[in-house]
């Protein structure tokens, strides 16, 4: 591929806090990419970034997540809000536990590795440009983990909310049941007899409209 006109190459802004990272992304990306993308600004931490993408508008911004002044996430709110138009790729070399969602969140349309080659990063930075969302094999499967893990915290949240409808001591008949005791031994744990036991787990059945296996799932699920 020759060099392509000046209207049609792609003008990138690079976010990094390491000058070296920020020199040779510049040269392997011209060169990887023929001349398609032009790096316009190079920046050491997010506030130049938002400041940069302020004055030179570019079509897409590569931040590095971890930066000083202003990590990469905080920089996409504040370029965003300054102009939406600007496509935003995330950077990292490390894992990005809880920040898929959150760059997800501020206007990120792409988190890539730095282990990633020149070749695939070039095509990450064309398809984010033309308005493709890009996620590396390794953000994408953070971002399920990510999911999976505020369901289950939202799960375990509804779980007690209705435990901690029911009255002390019915709650804690009810866990010492979901442990396994029998009336006899939650008697003895709670010294009260095994009619006020049963008393307790009936009136918690009746309240939850839950049986008592169904009661033990809820406990379960509540994590108590």
């Given at each position: 591929m020759g060099n392509v006109t000046d209207s049609s190459t792609i003008r990138l802004l690079i976010a990094d806090d390491d000058p070296m990272v920020c020199q040779s992304l510049t040269l392997l990306l011209t060169q990887g990419s023929h001349g398609l993308i032009n790096v316009v600004a190079t920046c050491h931490n997010g506030q130049e970034a938002v400041e940069a993408a302020r004055d030179i508008h570019p079509d897409v911004a590569l931040l590095?997540?971890?930066?000083?002044?202003?990590?990469?996430?905080?920089?996409?709110r504040g370029i965003k809000s300054t102009d939406p138009s600007v496509h935003v790729l995330i950077l990292t070399s490390v894992n990005p536990r809880n920040n898929v969602e959150r760059a997800i969140?501020?206007?990120?349309?792409?988190?890539i590795s730095k282990a990633d080659d020149i070749n695939a990063m070039v095509g990450y930075i064309t398809?984010?440009?033309a308005g493709h969302p890009q996620f590396s094999t390794s953000s994408n499967q953070q971002l399920l983990e990510d999911m999976r893990e505020i369901k289950l915290s939202t799960r375990q949240d509804e779980a007690r909310?209705?435990?901690?409808?029911?009255?002390?001591?019915?709650?804690e008949t009810?866990?010492?049941?979901a442990q396994g005791l029998s009336n006899q031994e939650i008697a003895l744990r709670m010294c009260i007899s095994e009619r006020t036991v049963k008393a307790h787990l009936t009136a918690a059945c009746d309240?939850?409209?839950?049986?008592?296996?169904m009661l033990a799932r809820l406990v379960e699920r509540a994590g108590l």
């Amino acid at each position: 591929m020759g060099n392509v006109t000046d209207s049609s190459t792609i003008r990138l802004l690079i976010a990094d806090d390491d000058p070296m990272v920020c020199q040779s992304l510049t040269l392997l990306l011209t060169q990887g990419s023929h001349g398609l993308i032009n790096v316009v600004a190079t920046c050491h931490n997010g506030q130049e970034a938002v400041e940069a993408a302020r004055d030179i508008h570019p079509d897409v911004a590569l931040l590095d997540l971890d930066m000083p002044v202003m990590d990469g996430i905080s920089a996409t709110r504040g370029i965003k809000s300054t102009d939406p138009s600007v496509h935003v790729l995330i950077l990292t070399s490390v894992n990005p536990r809880n920040n898929v969602e959150r760059a997800i969140e501020e206007g990120a349309e792409g988190f890539i590795s730095k282990a990633d080659d020149i070749n695939a990063m070039v095509g990450y930075i064309t398809e984010a440009n033309a308005g493709h969302p890009q996620f590396s094999t390794s953000s994408n499967q953070q971002l399920l983990e990510d999911m999976r893990e505020i369901k289950l915290s939202t799960r375990q949240d509804e779980a007690r909310r209705l435990l901690y409808t029911l009255p002390q001591r019915e709650r804690e008949t009810v866990v010492y049941a979901a442990q396994g005791l029998s009336n006899q031994e939650i008697a003895l744990r709670m010294c009260i007899s095994e009619r006020t036991v049963k008393a307790h787990l009936t009136a918690a059945c009746d309240k939850l409209c839950m049986n008592r296996v169904m009661l033990a799932r809820l406990v379960e699920r509540a994590g108590l």
